[in-house]
């Protein structure tokens, strides 16, 4: 019989029988049995497991998995908040918080995408293109547009467009428009100070944020919002209103009489700011061109910058009186004491400096009258470098003032030390030294005030005004005297200036401009200014009013302060003293009786605009 070697089984033997098929049966049940058998181990633990897994999440930790779960899911979306009011002297608002509205897009929600895109670039006065941009966005939420007038919210909400909704909350608003815009500041969307007063006091004027809560897909992406209603329902906390020294009336005349003179000038810029020398109050801060916060949008870092504060510059002839009243306060000078002029032109060193009117011999006054820089050249050699150098700083000049406003800066005034020879002689007429305006506005108040240097404010916070005596009442009343006599005599430079009824007194300034890198000078490059005071007693006014006015880079026929800036001040004195001087006819003042036979005219000046 043979056999098969594949299977080892002998090739007659019998399959069929009972034999056989028993031990197959037994074989394959106790195969069965253990698989079934491993089968349940494996389920009763993965069940065991399970259980145990279960009630840990749901039962043993499951208020740590239920914050979890909530941190994962939902989040807070923070909203501006109600900044405080910024005030001007008077209680009238400069700067508010307005409601506003936030527009936003689910634009997986968006049922009708054409519609939609229609009717919110119209409401919003936004492009289509942007707003489809938006709507094809992949995001589950979009802002359309932030801070819109509520009105306009409101119009998108009554559409009842399918995931279309907005956020109620505070807008910063402006309601002088362009006025002080560089000094007040501007607030970011978040509610945050971004420059100005509004930087500098944003702890005070910064209310609490709102925060709403919004849900977030798995991925992290916010996929649910309030509804609007619940937004509104809101009180948003404010912030503490600030009182400011600015006179909102007399900021708007020298904003408009500044631009004008600008737009004369064909300048590339103007500044001026106005102080009241008897307390140091800055009633007025203005530049030109000036932004509208309002509607104007701010495209570089440059939109923001407080000029008066930032910019340097040589002074030019407006420093004369500064250094005549510090030689009449040493003793090195009088008044009247004569020098020699040199018929307009004198060597000093390797240098020759010249006078554009020559003169032969000119009083102390008439120097300064006729703006001599020969005859300051002598004043400075009299005075030596280390009295002038003490006297510049004695007058603030080279220091910043206590305003803490952004990016001021201290002008430029070189230690004594590294003067060379010939910046005695410039010095003195306003050369190789780099001023702000609130240094000479401030410097010249100490002479229109009687002798005290005054600290300047823009606060008001109760607190009294601080002065520095720096000028003997003799040496002050023979400044002011001098700086009348240049608006007021046949020979001086400021005759432009001149208001009717009142007396005013100033000095012009007419300055190359330096490069940037402080070697030499811009060619066809200068600034033209004028400095001075009125006094208003006689017509009823009692602030002593210092205004500095700067033409930035003329482009004109004429290059000089009293032809440019002179007249700029002018307007802006007149308008000015009318406004003040109606205030005590309102309050029923009276002017004192001398003044009806003083010579003095009191008459009303036009408003324009």
């Known amino acids: 019989m043979g056999h098969d070697k594949r299977y080892k089984i002998p090739l007659s033997h019998d399959f069929s029988s009972k034999k056989w098929q028993s031990k197959k049966k037994k074989g394959n049940g106790r195969s069965r049995v253990l698989r ?30 239920r914050t979890s779960a909530v941190k ?7 909203l501006a908040p ?3 009011p910024i005030l001007d002297r008077n209680g009238k608002r400069l700067a508010v918080s307005v409601p506003s509205g936030s527009v936003y897009v689910r634009p997986a929600s968006v049922k009708d995408s054409q519609a939609t895109i229609d009717s919110l670039s119209e409401i919003l006065g936004m492009s289509k293109s942007r707003v489809e941009k938006k709507l094809q966005s992949k995001a589950p939420f979009v802002w359309v547009k932030r ?33 002080a815009s560089a000094l007040i500041g501007k607030v970011g969307i978040d509610g945050q100070g971004l420059s100005g007063i509004e930087a500098v006091y944003d702890g005070h004027l910064r209310g609490e944020s709102i925060r709403l809560p919004v849900t977030r897909d798995a991925f992290g992406k916010r996929i649910e919002v309030p509804n609007t209603q619940a937004t509104q329902d809101f009180d948003l906390p404010k912030g503490e209103h600030l009182q400011l020294t600015l006179d909102a009336r007399l900021q708007l005349i020298v904003d408009e009489e500044l631009e004008k003179g600008r737009q004369n000038a064909n300048a590339q810029s103007a500044l001026a700011v106005m102080v009241d020398a008897s307390t140091g109050d800055i009633l007025a801060m203005s530049q030109a061109p000036a932004m509208n916060f309002n509607a104007d949008k701010v495209r570089s870092k440059n939109d923001l910058k407080n000029l008066v504060v930032e910019t340097v510059f040589e ?9 005549a009243a510090a030689a009449i306060e040493s003793g090195v000078l009088r008044e009247q004491d004569m020098i020699d002029c040199e018929n307009g032109s004198y060597r000093f060193g390797r240098h020759i400096i010249n ?27 009299k005075l030596g470098s280390d009295h002038l150098y003490e006297s510049l700083r004695t007058f603030g000049f080279g220091e910043k003032s206590k305003l803490k406003l952004p990016g001021e800066s201290g002008g430029i005034l070189r230690n004594v030390k590294n003067w060379a020879n010939v910046d005695v002689a410039t010095h003195s007429y306003g050369q190789g030294i780099a001023i702000t305006p609130l240094q000479m506005v401030r410097a010249v108040s100490a002479i229109a005030n009687g002798g005290y240097l005054p600290e300047l404010r823009l606060q008001e916070n109760g607190q009294k005004p601080a002065f520095r005596r720096i000028l003997s009442t003799p040496a002050a009343r023979a400044a002011r005297d001098i700086m009348i006599g240049v608006v007021e005599d046949e020979h001086g430079t400021g005759k432009r200036a001149a208001v009717s009824g009142v007396r005013v007194g100033g000095k012009t300034g007419t300055a190359q401009r330096a490069r940037a890198n402080g070697r030499g000078y811009e060619p066809g490059s200068y600034v033209a200014s004028f ?9 009823g006014v009692s602030k002593n009013l210092v205004l500095y006015v700067v033409i930035d880079r003329p482009n004109t026929t004429s290059i000089y302060g009293g032809t440019l800036a002179g007249p700029v001040f002018q307007r802006i004195m007149q308008r000015s003293l009318h406004v003040l001087s109606t205030d005590r006819f309102e309050r029923g003042d009276i002017l004192p009786k001398e003044s009806y036979n003083s010579g003095y005219e009191l008459r009303p000046v036009a408003y324009r605009g």
């Open 36 to 65: 079934v058998r491993a089968v349940m181990v494996c389920a009763a633990l993965w069940s065991g497991l399970i259980v145990s897994r279960l009630y840990t999440l749901q039962i043993s930790e499951v208020s740590k998995w």
């Open 72 to 78: 994962q899911h939902h989040t807070l979306v923070e």
């Open 82 to 84: 109600e900044r405080g």
């Open 147 to 179: 801070q819109v007038p509520r009105v306009q919210a409101e119009k998108v909400e009554k559409l009842g467009l399918k995931g279309v909704g907005y956020f109620l909350e505070s807008r910063r608003y402006y309601p002088y428009n362009h006025a």
């Open 315 to 323: 002074p030019g002839s407006v420093m004369k009186p500064i250094v």
């Open 355 to 381: 006078d554009v009117h020559p003169s032969d011999t000119l009083s102390l006054r008439q120097v300064v009258i006729q703006s001599s820089n020969i005859g300051m050249t002598k004043v400075g050699m």
């Open 531 to 539: 400095v001075g005071f009125t006094d208003g007693s006689n017509i």
